[in-house]
């Protein structure tokens, strides 16, 4: 069963940096993306930044050279590196995984494209 766990939120200032991680675990395929996504309440989840089995990245332009998406496949670990924080970016952070084996980098990507899903960790940053 794939599992995935999120860790490294925190609360930090403006300006700040963040590096969130994703473990996975449970699988066994070699084909995969592997992305980031936020939620704040009442809104629906939206992708952040998604890497695939290849390598290649997409990053949401609200992020875009902010935000740098990057795995350690020894570690079976994806991290989100947040630089340079706005309070817009406080949300609940999610990994989200899907095994297929297509890639959604470089075309339209959201959570219906994902099946296993982390629990979250809760980024606050403070003007």
């Known amino acids: 069963q794939v599992q995935l766990v999120e860790s490294g939120g925190g609360s930090v200032q403006s300006g700040g940096s963040l590096r969130l991680s994703c473990a996975v675990s449970g699988y066994t395929y070699w084909s995969y993306c592997i992305a980031w996504f936020r939620q704040t309440p009442g809104n629906e989840r939206e992708g952040v930044a998604v890497?695939?089995?290849?390598?290649?990245?997409s990053v949401a332009d609200s992020v875009k050279g902010r935000f740098t998406i990057a795995q350690d496949n020894a570690k079976n670990t994806v991290y989100l590196q947040m630089n340079n924080l706005k309070p817009e970016d406080t949300a609940m952070y999610y990994c989200a995984a899907d095994f297929s084996g297509r890639t959604v980098v470089g075309g339209a990507w959201g959570a219906s494209d994902f099946a296993d899903w982390g629990q979250g960790t809760q980024v606050t940053v403070s003007p």
């Open positions: 890497i695939d089995s290849d390598g290649r990245t």
